[in-house]
């Protein structure tokens, strides 16, 4: 299946500071990528949709100016996670669906950052 | 998007077939069933999709139901590898079309 890579894996960092988190996809184009937040022990959350060349669209309850998504190409979303705090130490997942010829339907997943803010 | 239910957790043996239920009852004509499964600490893994009729592919088989509110995903031959969280999802296929994520069912394959 279609590749999607995210990196870093894992980041630590200070409270207060800012940390970007990209999602590329590496065998296919992706006007939609999608971001997930996971914490301990329960299910993926949706954060937002991430349209390539346009605002993304937050979920209930996110905050677009602490998330920060940028879409600048077909194959590459940005997370943003800024000031951080503790409460924000999570599991970020990315995924995209390959919206060309080889259009399935699936998302295919990046392998996860997991985000520890100390 | 549907709202699906789940069992929290099943055990199967090693080798045996595992198969694991998902009720869609509000599921839309023009939504599909997606069978996704999480490793810990792994990004989910896409396993299997349908409309109506039943699949087959290389990892596990999805049985719809006629009236499509039920679904079950099959794992022929279950290893211990495939100790996951498995998630059942409902939407429509479009390219920007969301895939909410219910609380899965914990398989736990047993030697």
């Known amino acids: 299946g279609a590749v999607v890579s995210q990196h870093p894996s894992w980041v630590i960092c200070k409270s207060g500071t800012s940390v970007k988190i990209e999602c590329r996809s590496l065998?296919?184009?992706?006007?939609?990528m999608f971001w997930y937040r996971q914490f301990p022990k329960q299910s993926l959350m949706l954060m937002a949709t991430?349209?390539?060349?346009?605002?993304?669209?937050?979920e209930q309850g996110v905050e677009k100016d602490k998330f920060l998504i940028n879409h600048a190409s077909l194959t590459l979303s940005t997370l943003t996670v800024t000031s951080a705090h503790p409460e924000d130490s999570s599991f970020y997942i990315c995924s995209a669906r390959d919206g060309t010829g080889g259009y399935t339907g699936e998302l295919f997943f990046g392998e996860g950052s997991r985000l520890t803010v100390l | 998007d549907a709202k699906t239910t789940q069992p929290t957790s099943m055990d199967c043996a090693e080798g045996r077939a595992a198969n694991l239920p998902c009720n869609h009852s509000?599921?839309?004509?023009?939504?599909?069933v997606y069978w996704y499964r999480q490793i810990h600490s792994q990004g989910p893994q896409y396993i299997i999709h349908?409309?109506?009729n039943n699949e087959t592919n290389e990892m596990a088989s999805l049985i719809i139901t006629e009236d499509r509110k039920s679904s079950t995903l099959i794992l022929p031959h279950a290893t211990l590898r495939d100790t996951a969280v498995y998630y059942c999802?409902?939407?429509?296929?479009?390219?920007?079309?969301?895939?909410?994520f219910g609380d899965g069912t914990t398989l736990t394959v047993k030697p």
């Open positions: 509000t599921i839309s004509g023009n939504e599909y």
């Open positions: 991430s349209n390539e060349g346009s605002k993304a669209t937050y």
């Open positions: 065998d296919f184009q992706a006007t939609t």
């Open positions: 349908g409309l109506k």
């Open positions: 999802i409902v939407r429509v296929n479009t390219n920007a079309g969301k895939s909410t």
